[in-house]
Each structure stands twice: as C-alpha cells, then as structure tokens.
C-alpha cells in the first residue's frame, strides 16, 4: 500500500517564477494539507483540502494556492516566488477516526525540497 | 494560542544511553491531541504516537516511552538504550480544531538527536 507520494522531490526556480507540486494521498484518504518547512523550523501549515474545497488556511498569502482533484490528489501552486520560499513542502494526508470521526491522523509524504535562485 | 516549545535544540548522546526529549504545549482547546513525530535526513516525517488529551496514561513502545501530564502541559519523549539509528530530527505538534472534524498541527522547533557510537 503506497503512502503519500510527492512530486518533484528536488526543485530550483527563479525569483519570480511560478511553480506546482503535487501529492498522491495514501490510498483511502480523502483529505490533503500541506505545509511549509523552512531549514531549521517545523512545518507551518499552508491549507487543507477535503472534497476538492480548501477548508482552511494558514498564514500564508495569495500567491499560495492549491487544488484537489476528484481522485483526492491536489497540488500546491506558488505564484511570483521569493527567495524565502525556499523549503520543504509536505503534503499529508488523512481520514476521518472511525469511532470519534475525527480526523487527526496524518500521513506525510517526503516533501519536495524547493530551492529558489 | 496554540504552541509548541521545545526547549532543547540539540542533544547529543553516546550509544545506549537514555535520553529524554521535552515538549511543553499551549492550548485553549478542552479536546486535543498531542503527536511526536521523527523526520530523518531524508524529510519524511515518520508518525511515532498520538496521544487524546482525555488519556493520560503513560505509554511504553519498545525502547520508546511518552509521558503526558496535563497539570504541567508536558508530553515527553524517552528513548532507552538510544541507538545510531535514532538520530535524527524529533517534533512535538499540538492539533487545533479547524472547523467540522477537521484539525491541523500545531509544531514546535524540533529537536536534533545525534547519537554517537
């Protein structure tokens, strides 16, 4: 059974340029977050996603969007990079507890590591 | 808010000692869950126990160990007889509600490990 699967693992961008990552949940899940981790700091959370609407937001700006699609994976897409947006984006995924229906089960996936020029 | 503190930035050990690993966390929540989580060189960031605020009992896993007191809202982190292969970056995170049955994770810094042959 595959966990959650990231692509790119490795990515270099220019200032200013735009660029989409993507995630494949763990087969069954059906909610996807993603987060952001600087060198040195722990995942910030960017947004979540559960049948293809973002639920919440973190403190990030606009040029932080997503998407999920019908088969549950999504994609993080940063417009207009900064060199500060160099990090680890993690993508996690989860499903509702099956007593307390609670979802706080997450699943990560190695990340990809972008690096902006 | 929420937070996670954890103190200790840096541990290093020799082979087979016992170290513990600190996490103080901030909540407003009454119902929360408490997580730990491993995240070696590579990035993934391995889920190691999640524990309901309501279930204080401490937990044993093999060589690892938590302890949750919520009179000092603390949940540590022992590992005996600490081995090579522990080494590697440890987070605590906190869960904060975000509407329906959904949470995201609240991190803190993380704390290195190394542990020496």
């Known amino acids: 059974d595959a966990g959650v699967t990231q692509s790119p693992t490795h990515l270099i961008k220019t200032r200013g340029q735009q660029v989409t990552l993507r995630c494949s949940p763990k087969?069954?899940?059906?909610?996807v977050s993603w987060y952001q981790q600087a060198l040195g700091q722990g995942p910030q959370f960017i947004f979540q996603y559960y049948e293809e609407e973002e639920r919440q937001r973190g403190n990030f700006p606009d040029r932080f969007s997503g998407h999920q699609f019908p088969n549950y994976s999504s994609e993080l897409n940063v417009n207009a990079l900064l060199l500060g947006d160099s990090a680890l984006y993690l993508c996690?995924?989860?499903?509702?507890?099956?007593?307390?229906?609670?979802?706080?089960?997450?699943?990560f996936g190695s990340g990809t590591r972008l690096t902006v020029v | 808010a929420q937070k996670v503190t954890q103190a200790q930035t840096e541990i290093s050990v020799v082979e087979k000692e016992d170290v513990t690993l600190d996490c103080v966390y901030e909540?407003?929540?009454?119902?929360?869950?408490l997580f730990w989580y491993k995240q070696p060189p590579s990035g993934e960031l391995v889920f190691l126990i999640r524990?309901?605020?309501?279930d204080e009992q401490n937990e044993i896993s093999g060589r690892y160990s938590w302890n949750f007191q919520k009179s000092t809202s603390s949940f540590n982190f022992t590992i005996t007889a600490s081995q090579v292969v522990d080494s590697a970056v440890y987070f605590c995170?906190?869960?904060?509600?975000?509407?329906?049955?959904?949470?995201?994770?609240?991190w803190g810094l993380g704390t290195s490990l190394a542990v020496n042959p």
């Open positions: 524990r309901n605020s309501f």
């Open positions: 995170a906190l869960s904060e509600a975000i509407g329906g049955n959904n949470h995201k994770l609240i």
């Open positions: 087969s069954g899940h059906d909610t």
């Open positions: 909540t407003r929540d009454t119902t929360y869950y």
């Open positions: 996690a995924s989860s499903l509702p507890d099956r007593a307390s229906n609670v979802r706080y089960g997450y699943t």
